[in-house]
């Protein structure tokens, strides 16, 4: 069993940045960040395996950067360059297997940017 609490998630004109941090209490491997807009499907952002490899979707890839602290067992979420259209709920994720497959979810953390 694995859990994860988001934070950092806040309120931003377009253009600044903000920080999200994923706390995960148990074994991690591949963990992920996800979106959802009010409306729309959850979307992932993007993925980081437990050795450091990364992925982004396109709409993010250049503006935001996933990292992981594995002595914290913490991932984060740098996002640079904020948009009105990144505004969602943003939730982290991740398996309790060495794949990527995204078993447990944490409680969301809202990041809403301001024109």
């Known amino acids: 069993q694995v859990q994860l609490v988001e934070s950092g998630g806040g309120s931003v004109q377009a253009g600044g940045s903000l920080r999200l941090s994923c706390a995960a209490s148990?074994?991690?491997?591949?963990m992920g960040w996800f979106r959802q807009a009010p409306g729309k499907e959850r979307e992932e952002v993007g993925r980081?395996?437990?050795?450091?490899?990364?992925g982004y979707a396109d709409s993010v890839r250049g503006r935001f950067l996933i990292s992981r602290d594995n002595a914290k067992n913490t991932m984060y979420l740098q996002m640079n360059s904020l948009k009105t259209e990144d505004t969602a709920m943003y939730y982290c994720?991740?398996?309790?297997?060495?794949?990527?497959?995204?078993?447990?979810w944490g409680q969301g953390t809202q990041v809403t940017v301001n024109p």
């Open positions: 148990g074994r991690t491997y591949c």
């Open positions: 994720a991740t398996s309790g297997v060495p794949v990527c497959t995204f078993t447990y």
């Open positions: 980081i395996t437990s050795v450091g490899d990364t």
